[in-house]
């Protein structure tokens, strides 16, 4: 069973930063592409970040550019989202997932993730 559990949501002040982990098990975590996507209130989800298996390709949102960082640590089975100078927009609830098949590259699409983690609240105040 593949299980993704994120962690290290919170409140945060406009301009502050948070670091979002998500945790995998249940299958060869290094075999498979990884993404960030978030959903706010009455939004659809959307893609905010993804990194290839290997970690040397990552791909963003024009919204995140230049502020947040995906990153992955195959040894941990781990991925990260670092995320700095915070928006108010940036509001939003925030999964990690898995990606559905063996890819060279990381896609930005939500069908192409299989297994979803259960969501970190990310609120940032004005």
């Known amino acids: 069973q593949v299980l993704l559990v994120e962690s290290g949501g919170g409140l945060v002040q406009g301009g502050g930063s948070l670091r979002l982990s998500c945790a995998a098990s249940?299958?060869?975590?290094?075999?498979?592409?990884m993404g960030w996507f978030r959903q706010a209130p009455g939004k659809e989800r959307e893609f905010v970040a993804a990194?290839?298996?290997?970690?040397?390709?990552?791909y963003y949102a024009d919204s995140v550019k230049g502020r947040f960082t995906i990153s992955r640590d195959n040894a941990k089975n781990a991925v990260y989202l670092q995320m700095n100078s915070l928006k108010p927009e940036d509001t939003a609830v925030y999964y990690c997932?898995?990606?559905?098949?063996?890819?060279?590259?990381?896609?930005?699409?939500?069908?192409?993730?299989?297994?979803w983690g259960q969501g970190a609240q990310v609120t940032v105040s004005s």
């Open positions: 249940g299958r060869t975590f290094s075999n498979y592409h």
């Open positions: 997932a898995s990606g559905r098949k063996l890819l060279g590259y990381a896609p930005q699409v939500r069908d192409e993730y299989a297994y």
């Open positions: 990194i290839s298996r290997s970690g040397g390709s990552t």
